[in-house]
């Protein structure tokens, strides 16, 4: 038996929150494995299931394929708003693969005895997975830098909150995800994840820990920790983490026909903060 619950959301009043939530960086793993013990994170399209149903092969269709019961959700859930998310329990996983669009391919999975854990309905519920779609940016340096607008990041900021506010009595505290909206539709991975951990604070009462995959991103999970680390020691609100943000989209528009090789967004963070480290100490 699987069940879906819809939630919708209008608003939030977080910008004093502090940073204060834990995010654990993971080179090594998948969401749908080492992180099954989590709520998962479904990578969604605005219409759940995505290309499942036609030729669709990434993150979302995969997750699909392999727990064949979500397809349900494909029938009965309408397009998503941006102030929406969809919860899906209890979905059995009856397959692995290996590869990932062109090169997916269907493995074969033991498991042996049915030995999992149902609730009262008979729902699997060590399965939960959670559905947000991003946005959609293009490839070209004029698309892609709309992500950084300040109506950009909060809709994205809302769709996060959304999604990681709900929550059951049964619901994992933790989330598994990783990089959402940074494939095919253009996301860029620094912003994105620092969307995730700026939402995951502003659940209340409590935040909720992210376990972020980064799949074999080693670079990328190190400087990941890092900033969340330097951010979190440094006292920092979700609120002036936004403004680091659109500050950021808007030097980087401004100055990007002088200096195409942009900075990276965590390094101009870090140096935004070693530079008021300075000026305060002088």
């Known amino acids: 038996m699987v069940a879906l619950k819809r939630y919708d959301f209008h608003g939030t009043d977080g910008e004093s929150a502090p940073l204060d939530g834990h995010l654990t960086a993971l080179c090594d793993g998948r969401i749908e494995d080492e992180g099954a013990t989590h709520t998962q994170m479904d990578f969604a399209n605005e219409f759940i299931g995505g290309g499942v149903l036609g030729h669709g092969a990434v993150q979302e269709e995969i997750r699909f394929l392999i727990c064949p019961e979500l397809v349900v959700a494909c029938l009965i859930c309408e397009r998503m708003d941006d102030n929406e998310a969809i919860l899906l329990m209890g979905a059995k996983r009856f397959s692995d693969y290996r590869g990932y669009c062109d090169t997916l391919r269907w493995v074969y999975r033991k498991y042996g005895d049915d030995n ?167």
């Open 116 to 282: 999992t854990k149902r609730d009262s309905m008979g729902r699997a519920i060590d399965t939960e997975l959670l559905a947000i779609d991003a946005l959609c940016f293009g490839s070209t340096m004029d698309f892609w830098s709309d992500q950084f607008d300040a109506d950009a990041i909060k809709r994205e900021l809302l769709k996060a909150y959304v999604g990681f506010s709900l929550q059951t009595p049964e619901s994992p505290h933790g989330i598994s995800t990783g990089n959402w909206g940074c494939g095919a539709f253009g996301g860029d991975m620094e912003l994105k994840s620092l969307i995730q951990w700026m939402a995951a604070c502003l659940v209340k009462p409590h935040s909720r820990p992210l376990f972020y995959y980064t799949f074999g991103n080693e670079r990328f999970s190190a400087a990941l920790q890092h900033l969340v680390h330097v951010l979190r020691v440094r006292c920092v609100a979700v609120g002036t983490l936004y403004h680091m943000l659109v500050e950021y989209g808007h030097e980087m528009r401004s100055n990007f026909r002088l200096r195409p090789r942009r900075q990276r967004l965590f390094r101009w963070i870090l140096h935004q903060i070693l530079d008021n480290d300075a000026n305060w100490k002088e």
